[in-house]
């Protein structure tokens, strides 16, 4: 079962009527720099992750932000049966949600080396707690008062092209695509826009290593650009604030000169 949430910097009155978002995998990386973009626009924020020291600490970094801290494995049903209940609970409602908890799993791995209790960690990461995420959000878009919301999955460059040892990640992210489509095609009778951004080399700590040298698919090691997670963060919060009667359905964003266009 999920731990008790921790409630950081609680609204006042003024704040009543602001946008309310899940962010999954908001400890780190580009889900945390997605929160901060969010919780400085005036947003309210549940912020989901494994670890609620991590939480805690992006919380932390906009002062007066209106953020709630829930300590959440997207794998288990429960955990985001009570992620969900309690941002309701809290917020009263549900604007947004981003579903971007994912894990790529042991890197470097040949297929025919990859245990299947690795393949099955990522895929009930990265899949499944995709899944029961914009299920819950789905639900509660569907019934609420007004009725609508919007789901911005987290694909990958990967989505479209993998990298060498990738199966477990590369199997999810384009079985991620088929969630975002069939999910933005029950959604629109109940005004739920789904959509998807397809990141590549944000600098983040799951992308260090890009700078120091990433496997290519000629068998070659070669350091790859990054970018700024920052303006990941501002492109899903352009999407995020659309209209509902529009929708980006697929983004694509990545450092300019990454090898992806031909892998090369």
Same mark, same amino acid.
């Given at each position: ?30 889900? #945390?720099? &997605?929160?901060?973009?969010? $919780? ?5 924020? %549940?912020? =989901?992750?494994? /670890? ?67 393949? #099955?960690? &990522?895929?009930?990461?990265? $899949? ?5 995420? %914009?299920? =819950?959000?789905? /639900? ?74 990433? $496997? ?49």
């Amino acid at each position: 079962m999920a731990d008790p949430p921790v409630r950081c910097d609680p609204m006042d009155d003024t704040q009543r009527d602001t946008r309310i978002a899940v962010v999954t995998g908001a400890g780190s990386g580009i889900g #945390r720099a &997605v929160a901060v973009e969010l $919780l400085r626009a005036g947003w309210s924020v %549940a912020l =989901a992750g494994r /670890r609620i020291e991590t939480l805690e600490e992006t919380a932390g970094l906009v002062p007066g932000g209106a953020a709630l801290a829930v300590r959440t494995d997207v794998s288990r049903p429960e955990d985001v049966a009570a992620l969900f209940a309690t941002t309701v609970e809290r917020f009263g409602r549900l604007d947004l949600l981003f579903n971007n908890a994912g894990t790529f799993g042991p890197g470097g791995v040949p297929v025919e080396e990859l245990s299947y209790d690795a393949w #099955r960690h &990522v895929v009930d990461t990265n $899949l499944n707690g995709a899944f029961l995420c %914009a299920q =819950a959000a789905y /639900r509660q878009m569907k019934e609420q008062d007004p009725q609508g919301g919007r789901i911005i999955n987290n694909g990958s460059i990967s989505a479209h092209t993998p990298r060498p040892h990738s199966v477990a990640y590369t199997a999810t992210k384009h079985a991620l695509t088929g969630l975002t489509k069939s999910l933005s095609l029950d959604g629109r009778p109940y005004r739920i826009a789904v959509g998807q951004i397809d990141i590549g080399n944000a600098a983040t700590d799951m992308t260090s290593r890009m700078q120091t040298g990433a $496997l290519q698919a000629n068998g070659s090691v070669v350091p790859e650009p990054v970018m700024d997670v920052a303006d990941v963060a501002r492109t899903v919060r352009h999407m995020a604030e659309l209209p509902l009667e529009a929708n980006v359905q697929f983004a694509t964003v990545l450092a300019t000169a990454m090898p992806y266009v031909g892998r090369g």
